[in-house]
């Protein structure tokens, strides 16, 4: 725990002893998982810096496995009755069995030594006085604007509550990366993020919601020496380097369920449009051997225009689900041109595919936790069954058929330029 989290312990505990109650929760989740067979053990790096990835269009002829643990800890402090909460949480991510070193997902040699303790949540909860309908939460903390767009932690100050009868909003500040201003100019140079969102709840079967967000940053780059890059195979906001954005984002989204006899429909959508640009950015379209061939190396400035599509319904009948999912994340077809129609998601992560998402036994080693691949897009068809066998348990299947929206260009063995969609 942080000095900073040990004092705010420490005040709410010397309240409560002045006549106030203070309730302390402790909570826990601890994941194991285990890849028992991958000779694709290249391609589960995607999410990493760009010197972990290998080639990714290796032949599959190397096989391999490995053990991991997610561990993630956290305490909830509450006092005054529920008006102030503080909530303080650590995780140890990713640790693979035997892996030696000091980072992150390390540790896990012999005397396991090594620094991967993290924290994942610090943040206060705090109901306006007067207005308990309302509240402020300040610092690190979960940040749920649209699972497709950015549904990850993230610092900021966040304004929530109900306006209504069945209409809740939130707004708020979040900063992603700090950059300190180097110039007399008065502009951002972090990358900050301005949003606001909406549900209405149209009846007991039917709600809809919607957001905005507005993202800018200036990366102060002076010249092509020090501008940021952008890789294709990482193509996602908390990857980029030292960039300028000035990109908007606005989404619709809704549910809607009704009873059809013994079973019950549900159906869930979203669609996201955005639009800006990028600048100060070196774009690198060339992923480790699976991405389009060349390198555009003198495009500084990206016009961003995209769109993703979600469209999700099914039943449930009894102990069993089943659903019916689609996507479409639209994809950059030119890397030579300034415009950029590739959807860009800021920090998320995507559990619908054990092969190319998190949704696989080792939920920390994917190929894309983002709901497209590359900057080519996505086009997914996923049925699924999913049936709780027990209270604890659920067992589920999937078939699934997915192309990007745009073809990838690559060079095979013989260097010879392939392409391919699917």
Not at 250 to 271: H, M, P, R, S, T
Not at 288 to 301: E, F, K, L, M, P
Not at 307 to 327: A, M
Not at 401 to 409: I, N
Request: hydrophobic share 35%; charged share 25%.
């Amino acid at each position: 725990m942080t000095n900073k989290g040990f004092a705010i312990f420490c005040l709410l505990f010397i309240h409560a002893s002045t006549g106030q109650a203070a309730e302390f929760e402790f909570h826990g989740d601890f994941n194991n998982r285990f890849q028992l067979y991958t000779n694709q053990n290249n391609f589960f790096n995607n999410n990493q810096p760009d010197a972990m990835l290998g080639d990714l269009t290796g032949k599959a002829s190397i096989d391999d496995s490995y053990g991991e643990l997610k561990y993630r800890l956290w305490t909830t402090a509450t006092t005054n009755g529920g008006k102030a909460k503080a909530v303080y949480a650590v995780e140890i991510g990713g640790v693979r069995f035997g892996r030696s070193g000091t980072g992150r997902s390390q540790g896990g040699s012999f005397s396991g030594d090594g620094a991967n303790v993290e924290t994942r949540w610090a943040y206060v909860d705090l109901k306006l006085p007067e207005h308990t309908d309302h509240a402020v939460k300040i610092g690190l903390q979960p940040y749920k604007l649209n699972r497709f767009v950015w549904n990850e932690t993230a610092t900021g100050v966040l304004f929530a509550g109900k306006l209504s009868q069945g209409t809740s909003y939130e707004t708020g500040w979040v900063r992603g990366r700090e950059l300190r201003n180097s110039t007399s100019e008065d502009d951002f140079q972090a990358m900050d993020a301005l949003s606001v969102r909406f549900a209405q709840s149209l009846s007991k079967e039917t709600s809809v919601g919607g957001f905005l967000l507005y993202q800018i940053g200036d990366g102060d780059a002076s010249g092509i020496d020090n501008f940021g890059a952008i890789n294709s195979a990482n193509y996602e906001v908390k990857q980029f380097g030292q960039i300028d954005i000035d990109i908007f984002s606005v989404g619709v989204e809704g549910d809607f369920k009704k009873k059809f006899g013994a079973a019950d429909g549900f159906l869930e959508w979203d669609v996201i449009f955005q639009t800006g640009d990028i600048g100060n950015a070196i774009y690198t379209s060339d992923a480790i051997g699976a991405g389009r061939s060349d390198v555009v190396s003198n495009q500084t400035h990206l016009d961003l225009e995209s769109w993703f599509v979600n469209l999700k319904f099914g039943l449930n009948i009894g102990d069993t689900k089943l659903s019916y999912t689609f996507w479409y994340a639209s994809g950059d077809d030119n890397p030579n041109d300034g415009d950029s129609d590739a959807f860009l998601a800021t920090d998320v992560d995507m559990t619908e595919s054990i092969i190319f998402f998190e949704g696989g036994y080792t939920d920390d080693q994917s190929h894309s936790e983002r709901p497209y691949l590359l900057d080519k897009g996505l086009i997914m068809n996923r049925l699924g069954a999913d049936y709780k066998a027990a209270t604890n348990l659920t067992v589920g299947g999937a078939a699934l058929y997915m192309l990007t929206s745009e073809d990838v260009v690559y060079h095979d063995d013989d260097d010879r330029s392939r392409s391919e969609a699917e």
